[in-house]
């Protein structure tokens, strides 16, 4: 599509300079081209932005999508850029909106823990921010130093946290949102409960900027636990670990991390970043119990008895600080490590239900197997949620195109278990194509009405999530 | 030394995972992808794919001020700063730097003329024309402010006198490399440093050849002159009698640490003898029962910037704080990302005045946050950096080294 012919992308720009300063238009081909990517491993493939603003303030973002509207340009809105789904890829050309610089935090309210920030916010700095007020936002995708609220929004990220906690989804109560004509609207609201009509702000969450661009967020916060206790559980078989999760949820305790590593991934995290990790188990679980100090010390016993009694080989319960940070250092450096083995990182999402985690682990080995690649294989327990790490050179053709059927293959495996493509990564661009994978086309009709309802000209992020 | 071909691996195993925009002190303010190592790397693959002409780059690498911090969040352990160094002298070799940059690196190249600039006008105020200014692509309407930064930097705080021995003399061959600004611009610091080895029983040795270390000639990319004041320095040291090579800026210390990479052959062996001798000065007297004397009575509450070159570079930042919490009448207390770069980074604070500015203001925000009436640090640079940022904020507070204080503790405890 990019921009139709008869206008000239010099108009777009000459209208975007009556409403943002120069320094927040860039033009330049050399910075384009930084555009042109986020972490996606997309090989050489180039889909180079017409244009990258950053806007100020919401009022800018509104004026840049009326222009945007007025000659039909795609807009693809960009957090930090750290999504693995091709989210911010280009596609079509067209203005990119990049949050850098719409990044406060705005207000905590302490009396009805709830706090309203900027898309641009980095989860991290808002983290730090509430909690010295004895506060705690939960949602922690692993990448939370850089990763944006509005990015998270719109993926509705998690992580480890999220199998007590729950996503990013479930701290959203209202949003200030820019539609395709550049309307600033605001839906939900700031209070926990709100059955108002049609649950619009949910829908915005994981809508991946293809309905509207998230300026601000309000989002609910949860007392900040007393205290917390991390422990490492290694295991002889993949099976076992599985069963002891399965055991540790049905004594009624809910760690607030329930996170698995294989071998492959301790083995390579001990030859990267050596921390002592033994590298000869099968599995290793991540746990940990959070709440009150007294409770959390009995839980982390239970633990240790049931994980005993499924056959793990060893506990080891964090005694201090110290060694608290040395496990979530080692499972915090996987994708790092993983990284450091060749040059590109392909990162899988697949998501079964809980119990069947083992024969998704299976299945994945056995897939890699098949096609001569090497995965390293972490996720989160409790929640389903694995996440295969490919490790390979996109520059070898032969191993990319391996890659490719082993990644459909594993989706084939995932839904086959009962599960789906991604459990918290996205669609984007990626996973477009699988879609009708896992939702019937009367579904993907109603989700084409959605998106047509709020964007009739397709130019938020197209291409993404659907193709025609 | 490498080139920037031998790093095409490393530049194309950036995942663009992103970490670093967390890190990076540039981005923070610019808010531009290209303007740090990500949207570096991103770039340096497209040249090197030509895909864009690697001429068109040095703008942007221009941003970065190697503050090392992207390094060490970097999942797949690339160093941008080196990366980009080997590009800057890819653009030297081609001539693509600034006739305006290479005169003023010709200055600290030649000894005679820092000489000469020391005695007369003083290197700082020489950079104060608005000709230089506007070449560097600064602003020239911000040279009050800069002049009155550098013209702080040249009162001399600690002025030499012999003191009395608390302990015999020690049997250590300390060799003592000062540095351009302790040389030619302050002699404080290097006062400082002496007065406390004296005092301690240990003698430095101070070679009267030294010259620059040479960084200002490889931040421009001029790996020529890196490689002959390296030889010449290195020539300046008899290897037979040193046990300690010791730096108090931080940029002399991490670029004798590095000056075996440029080197070959029986060089490079001194060099690799020496890298391993070379010390900070705080990594030093923290070795030693210092002497602290007890004549202070009022009490002063000192805080201390980590120099990127120094916590970074070199993994020394417990012992510069052991050493100054030991002072008596000093109560230290840390600031908020005490690790963060000041903005200033060598000629940065010149060419890229805007963005430096803003990260300076950052650092001194985090400073007039604390309860300090002193600020410290051990890198001439960055007093710059600290500086800047506090007369942004009207604050006139003095940025020494820990070893001034120190000594000036001494001077008082003898009665002058
Ligand atoms: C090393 C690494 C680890 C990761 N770990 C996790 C993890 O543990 N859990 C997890 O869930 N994800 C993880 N991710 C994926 C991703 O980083 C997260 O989903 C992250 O929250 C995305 O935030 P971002 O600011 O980078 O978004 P971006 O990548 O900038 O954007 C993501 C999508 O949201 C859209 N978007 C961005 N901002 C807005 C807005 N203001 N309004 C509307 N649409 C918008 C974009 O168009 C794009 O489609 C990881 C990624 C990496 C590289
Ligand atoms: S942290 Fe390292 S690998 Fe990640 S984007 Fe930055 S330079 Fe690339
Ligand atoms: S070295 Fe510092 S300034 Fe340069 S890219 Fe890395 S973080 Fe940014």
């Not at chain 2, 001020?65 to 160093?79: E, L, N, R």
């Not at chain 2, 800057?88 to 000894?111: L, P, W």
Request: charged share 25%.
């Amino acid at each position: 599509m990019t921009v139709p012919n008869s206008i000239s992308i010099e108009e777009v720009i000459s209208e975007l300079k009556l409403v943002l300063d120069k320094k927040n238009i860039l033009t330049e081909y050399e910075e384009r081209f930084c555009y042109a990517y986020d972490a996606t491993a997309i090989g050489d493939e180039l889909y180079l932005p017409d244009v990258v603003v950053l806007p100020e303030n919401t009022e800018q973002v509104a004026q840049i999508m009326k222009i945007a509207n007025k000659y039909k340009v795609p807009v693809i809105t960009r957090g930090a850029g750290t999504n693995l789904c091709g989210g911010c890829i280009t596609l079509k050309n067209g203005i990119v909106i990049h949050t850098s610089k719409l990044n406060k935090i705005l207000s905590i309210d302490k009396e009805n823990l709830t706090c309203v920030v900027e898309a641009g916010a980095v989860v991290e700095k808002l983290q730090q921010e509430v909690e010295e007020l004895g506060l705690f936002y939960p949602p922690d995708p692993s990448n939370l130093k850089v990763s944006t609220i509005g990015g998270s929004v719109a993926l509705s990220s998690s992580g480890p946290r999220c199998f007590k906690y729950g996503g990013t989804k479930d701290y959203v109560l209202g949003l200030e949102v820019v539609t395709a004509k550049g309307e600033i609207i605001n839906v939900g609201g700031n209070t926990v409960k709100n059955v108002t009509g049609y649950n619009l702000s949910q829908l915005f969450v994981g809508s991946e900027g293809t309905l509207g661009i998230v300026t601000k967020v309000t989002l609910k916060l949860v007392p900040l636990p007393e205290s917390k206790q991390v422990m490492l559980v290694f295991f002889d078989s993949i099976d076992d670990a599985a069963m002891a999760v399965t055991d540790i949820i049905s004594h009624k305790i809910t760690p607030s991390t329930l996170d698995l590593m294989d071998q492959k991934t301790m083995d390579t995290v001990e030859q990267f970043h050596p921390t002592g990790l033994p590298t000869h188990y099968d599995a290793a679980l991540v746990i940990e119990v959070d709440g009150i100090a007294d409770t959390i010390s009995v839980q982390a016993k239970q633990i240790e008895e049931i994980c005993y009694k499924n056959n793990s080989k060893d506990v080891r319960i964090a005694k201090d600080k110290k060694e608290a940070d040395e496990i979530w250092f080692a499972r915090r450096s996987a994708f790092g490590a993983v990284a450091r083995m060749k040059p590109n990182v392909i990162t899988e999402d697949a998501v079964v239900p809980r119990d069947k985690i083992p024969q998704m682990v299976k299945a994945i080995r056995k897939i890699a197997e098949k096609y001569n690649l090497t995965v390293c294989t972490m996720g989160h327990a409790g929640d389903g949620n694995l996440h295969p790490n490919f490790s390979l050179d996109l520059r070898d053709h032969d191993e990319h195109e391996r890659l490719e059927k082993a990644v459909e293959e594993l989706f084939d495996a995932a839904i086959e278990l009962g599960g789906t493509l991604s459990g918290e990564h996205g669609i984007g661009m990626s996973k477009a194509r699988f879609m009708n994978k896992v939702a019937s086309e009367e579904v993907l009709e109603y989700m084409r009405l959605i998106k047509n309802s709020f964007d009739p000209n397709n130019i938020l992020n197209p291409g993404k999530i659907l193709i025609k | 030394m490498k080139t920037l071909q031998d790093y095409s691996e490393d530049i194309y195993k950036c995942s663009k995972c992103g970490i670093c925009l967390a890190a990076c002190p540039v981005y923070e303010e610019t808010g531009n992808e290209a303007t740090l190592s990500r949207g570096f790397f991103t770039l340096l693959h497209g040249a090197l794919n030509n895909k864009i002409p690697m001429n068109k780059l040095a703008k942007y690498l221009d941003y970065c001020t190697t503050c090392k911090a992207c390094f060490d969040f970097c999942p797949s352990g690339i160093s941008a700063e080196e990366i980009i160094l080997a590009a800057r002298s890819y653009f030297y070799e081609q001539g693509d730097v600034s006739a305006i940059k290479k005169s003023i690196v010709k200055i600290f190249n030649s000894t005679l003329m820092l000489k000469g600039l020391g005695a007369s006008a003083g290197m700082y105020r020489a950079l104060q024309g608005p000709f230089w200014m506007e070449q560097l692509g600064g602003l020239s309407s911000q040279l009050n402010l800069i002049s009155n930064i550098v013209n702080g930097q040249t009162q001399e705080y600690i002025k030499y006198k012999p003191l009395l021995r608390v302990c015999d003399k020690k049997e250590i061959n300390a060799v003592y490399f000062p540095g351009c600004i302790n040389n030619y611009f302050n002699a404080s610091v290097k006062n400082a440093a002496v007065m406390v080895c004296e005092k301690n029983g240990i003698d430095l040795h101070i070679k009267s050849g030294f010259a620059c270390c040479g960084i200002p000639a490889r931040s421009i990319g001029d790996v020529q002159s890196f490689i002959n004041l390296a030889k010449h320095n290195i020539d300046q040291i008899n290897l037979e009698k040193i046990d300690y090579l010791i730096t108090d800026c931080a940029t002399c210390g991490i670029v004798w640490d590095t000056y075996p990479e440029y080197l070959e052959g029986e060089y490079r062996e001194k060099a690799l003898l020496l890298a391993q001798k070379s010390i900070n000065i705080y990594k030093f007297l923290t070795q030693f029962d210092i002497f602290m004397p007890n004549n202070i009575e009022n009490n002063k509450i000192v805080t201390y910037h980590d120099p990127c070159h120094l916590k970074r570079g070199q993994k020394v930042n417990k012992e510069p704080r052991e050493f100054l919490s030991a002072i008596p009448g000093i109560e230290f207390e840390e600031m908020k990302d005490s690790d963060r770069c000041c903005g200033a980074s060598g000629l940065y604070f010149l060419a890229k005045s805007n963005i430096s500015q803003s990260i300076s203001k950052r650092k001194a925000e985090n400073i007039l946050n604390t309860n300090a009436s002193i600020i410290t640090t051990s890198c001439p640079s960055c007093k710059i950096g600290l500086s800047q940022g506090l007369s942004l904020y009207n604050k006139n507070l003095p940025v020494y080294q820990p070893v001034e204080l120190l000594a000036n503790n001494y001077l008082h405890s003898e009665g002058s």
